[in-house]
């Protein structure tokens, strides 16, 4: 594994590193098959992983965190997911999706109430923006959040709401004013034992089994007014700026994808043989190896690239869009690349469950779909470079 060269890894990134890779190894690698099978949620190795600090790594330790920086949390996050990219997800939606969103726009008052329980990994945290009708046009959403004295009081129909089944706690956006489009769009945190938060039935999905997804449907949820996230209409800014952090998340567990369905193709081209010779021998599946190497080493430079632009936010409030967009846009094409060629050079075994090459294939295939499409990807950035927004 390289280092990034403008940018060495400290001894506590390396420390972390090997901390977050002898645990997946021990941990999560025994489990990962039987889990995607089953489609249970891990709530044993997710609750280990809250011990070890990943749920909150860059939540100050006064909120339940391990006060780490962005590069340590993709580092971590890179390894859990080259084991298994469903504790992968989990993982991210806990930290990028709950928690920053919170520690960058939450009271004093809710970070202590709605991140520790999260960040120390005794609770599951989730992000609620996607509806039915409104994905990548997300300003369009129909739920609505109406204000009655000291509550506000919350109806509508919520889809594709990752840990939606067991989430603990929820960031959800939902509409105060309809009139105003997105200027209408606020946020709120809501306890998942609010009555009338009802959750649908779990997606049968073809990758990341194990990591629950499901609809939720508000009922005339009732929640106390100083549980909103922001100001009223700002709702729609934080459910982007947190998704610029999110990405970053999706394009590290793209590279952990990626990086074992390399290693699992690497090791199969120098010992099987065909033709008298190791089938890495024939240019054919040589120039596969060189190509998925190549384009895992650039996703990990754009994936640290973009996680040094977040930390450095921190700091000057800078937006990292157009650096979080290119490292989630073509992390998550190489792992949807180097799973394809990995199976196609095993052949016959890659089709089969008894090596997990046919998980990393279709597990490879939400990076490219969830917070944001590669195409809406290609939006951010072509917007941001032609300066249209
Ligand atoms: N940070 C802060 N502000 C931002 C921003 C960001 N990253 N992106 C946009 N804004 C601001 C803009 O500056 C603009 O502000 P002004 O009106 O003051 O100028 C405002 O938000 C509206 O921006 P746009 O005009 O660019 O909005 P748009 O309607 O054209 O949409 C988009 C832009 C990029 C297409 C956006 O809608 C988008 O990212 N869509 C994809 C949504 C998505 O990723 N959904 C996934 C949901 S999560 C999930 O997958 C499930 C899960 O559980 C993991």
């Known amino acids: 594994m390289t280092d990034l060269p403008i940018h060495p890894l400290s001894t506590e990134h390396k420390l972390l590193r090997g901390v977050a890779r002898d645990f997946a190894q021990k941990e999560i690698a025994p489990i990962a098959a039987e889990f995607d099978e089953s ?21 100050l330790e006064k909120y339940g965190g391990a006060e780490m920086d962005s590069l340590a949390y993709v580092l971590a996050l890179e ?55 409104s994905g990548s046009d997300a300003g369009t959403m129909k739920s609505r959040a109406i204000r009655n004295g000291d509550f506000y009081v919350l109806n509508g129909h919520k889809s594709w709401v990752t840990s ?25 945190l809501v306890d998942g034992k609010t009555k009338g938060l009802i959750r649908g039935r779990k997606e049968p999905k073809l990758g990341i089994r194990a990591s629950s997804t499901s609809e939720l449907t508000f009922e005339d949820c009732c929640i106390p007014s100083e549980n909103r996230l922001g100001e009223e209409g700002e709702g729609f800014k934080i459910a982007m700026s947190i998704l610029d952090a999110g990405r970053i998340g999706i394009a590290s567990q793209a590279l952990g994808i990626a990086e074992a369905a390399y290693e699992a193709a690497r090791q199969y081209a120098s010992q099987r043989e065909a033709f008298g010779q190791p089938i890495g021998g024939f240019q054919g599946t040589g120039f596969k190896i060189a190509d998925m190497k190549t384009r895992i080493e650039a996703s990990r430079l754009l994936l640290y690239n973009a996680a040094i632009a977040k930390e450095n936010s921190k700091s000057t409030g800078k937006r990292y869009s157009l650096e979080a967009s290119m490292a989630k846009l073509f992390a998550s094409e190489t792992a949807m690349f180097v799973a394809h060629q990995s199976l196609q050079i095993h052949g016959g075994i890659g089709y089969s469950r008894d090596i997990p090459v046919e998980r990393y294939f279709r597990d490879a295939k939400i990076t490219e779909i969830y917070e944001g499409t590669s195409e809406i990807q290609r939006l951010v950035i072509s917007r941001s470079e032609l300066g249209l927004k």
């Open 164 to 188: 939606g089944p067991v989430a603990d706690y929820l960031v959800v956006f939902m509409m105060t004013d309809p009139d105003k489009k997105q200027k209408g769009v606020s946020a709120f």
């Open 39 to 59: 489609g249970e949620f891990p709530h044993m190795t997710i609750r280990k992983m809250g011990a070890l600090g990943f749920m909150g790594i860059e939540v």
């Open 79 to 133: 390894e859990i997911s080259k084991v298994d990219a469903s504790h992968g997800v989990i993982m991210s939606v806990n930290n990028s999706l709950y928690c920053h969103g919170i520690m960058q726009f939450g009271t004093e008052d809710q970070k202590i109430k709605f991140i520790t329980p999260v960040a120390s990994g005794n609770a599951v945290g989730a992000y609620s923006l996607t509806e039915p009708q």
